[in-house]
């Protein structure tokens, strides 16, 4: 089955201690792209990669950290966590951007205290 | 930049009532792309509908249709006899075509989403 899949789904930790959210895509897709949601302000994008080792920065990128080793992953690091982290991500990926409809995983809710 | 903006924050409507969503956006380039995406009370994000900014023509699939405007910038989501389950937060979204040498295609901007509630 074609998915996004994406851990831990809930997570809380406290300021500070880093963490890294994992996502994984089995579509062979290029494109590959971390959102963030938080009410009233809708999707906003953190980072995003074309590709392999290729990757920029979104509208929010701030206290976040992205790599792309390898085709399937795109891992969304926080070095160092604070409460205005605590939010809604989501994966997503994409066959070609920008046209191709972006497949999203099913979320990660994190909670910094 | 690029920007969008879905001015209704929530709707309420009853079942079988139609509904209509704005999206207005905005961007330099005369090339891009526009998206709408559902996200029902059970989180995940669906793909709707795509439409290039060359395409105006306005598009129909079942109950939901989208009219699309570049002289307004506008490309507003219509759901006909809404049901129950079409309750859930909709998605407006902007995607530039890329150029040479440029990167900034690989952004995608979203709207704040529109919270529609369809009651019985």
């Known amino acids: 089955e074609a998915q996004v899949t994406q851990n831990p789904r809930y997570l809380i930790t406290v300021t500070g201690k880093k963490l890294t959210v994992t996502c994984s895509q089995n579509?062979?897709?290029?494109?590959m792209s971390w959102y963030r949601q938080d009410p009233g302000l809708g999707l906003r994008q953190i980072y995003y990669?074309?590709?392999?080792?290729?990757?920029d920065k979104g509208d929010v990128p701030e206290g976040y950290k992205v790599s792309r080793k390898e085709k399937r992953n795109f891992p969304l690091i926080l070095e160092s966590p604070s409460p205005n982290q605590t939010s809604l991500y989501f994966c997503a990926s994409s066959l070609a951007r920008p046209k191709g409809e972006l497949f999203f995983g099913e979320g990660s809710r994190l909670t910094v205290l | 930049a690029q920007k969008v903006t879905q001015a209704q924050t929530e709707i309420s409507v009853v079942e079988k009532e139609d509904v209509t969503l704005d999206c207005v956006y905005e961007?330099?380039?005369?090339?891009?792309?526009l998206f709408w995406y559902k996200q029902p009370p059970s989180g995940e994000l669906v793909f709707l509908i795509r439409?290039?900014?060359?395409?105006?023509q306005n598009e129909i699939s079942g109950r939901y249709s989208w009219n699309f405007q570049k002289s307004t910038s506008s490309f507003n989501f219509t759901i006909t006899a809404s049901q129950v389950v079409d309750s859930a937060v909709y998605f407006c979204?902007?995607?530039?075509?890329?150029?040479?040498?440029?990167?900034?295609?690989?952004?995608?901007?979203f709207g704040q989403g529109t919270i529609l509630t369809v009651h019985p």
């Open positions: 961007t330099r380039d005369t090339t891009y792309y």
């Open positions: 990669s074309m590709n392999v080792e290729v990757t």
């Open positions: 979204a902007l995607s530039l075509k890329p150029y040479a040498g440029g990167t900034s295609y690989g952004k995608l901007t």
């Open positions: 439409r290039n900014s060359f395409d105006e």
């Open positions: 579509m062979n897709h290029e494109y």
